[in-house]
């Protein structure tokens, strides 16, 4: 409980890098202001997104379930929270472009079927800083398309597709590697 305290204190404390930073409330402001006048693009992305429950470098925990979740033929009420590294490359070692945070929960009775609540948080490149909100529907099908609502930074006001493809599952670990294409139309 302590621990949490003092994490809570250094988050609500947290204090901006500098002074002269256009970052904020008015930055912010002066963006809108310009709307108007700015025009869409269209940017693609492409990584490799690694879930991992084994090995080094766990990054998927699982939180919680429902009593009757170790009945479900489809895992119904399972939920699990993610911090996955997004990679350039197949290999994990490749560079890392940024983390998928979020949670992921079995969301489908009849069928498997997951619910994706998820931000892709950038962190290198001109991308670093800059986050895309994932909210969508995640069924065990080849090729998975979920909506991108939102985003931040560079991605203000996002909207768009993640398309996703498992490439590699491994039924011991859980441990998933699953190919993205993201496009987005942004300002
Ligand atoms: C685990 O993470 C460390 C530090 O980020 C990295 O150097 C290492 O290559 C990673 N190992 C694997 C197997 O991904
Ligand atoms: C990304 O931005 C953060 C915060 O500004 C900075 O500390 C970090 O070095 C940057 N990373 C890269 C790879 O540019
Ligand atoms: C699955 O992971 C286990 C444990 O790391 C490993 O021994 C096995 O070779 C992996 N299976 C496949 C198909 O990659």
Known sequence: MEKLAALMMIFLLAMPMGHCSLEGPEEVDEWFRKLPHAKEKITKLHFFFHDRFAGKNVSAVRVAHASSTAKSPTAFGLV???????????KP?????????GLYAFSGQEELSLLMAMNLVFTSGEYNGSTLTVLGRNPAVPHREMPIIGGSGVFRLARGIASAKLLEFNTTTGNALIEYNVVVIHY
């Open 93 to 101: 070692t490749t560079k890392e472009l940024g983390r998928a945070q």
């Open 80 to 90: 699990f929270i993610m911090d996955d590294p997004l990679t350039e490359g197949l």
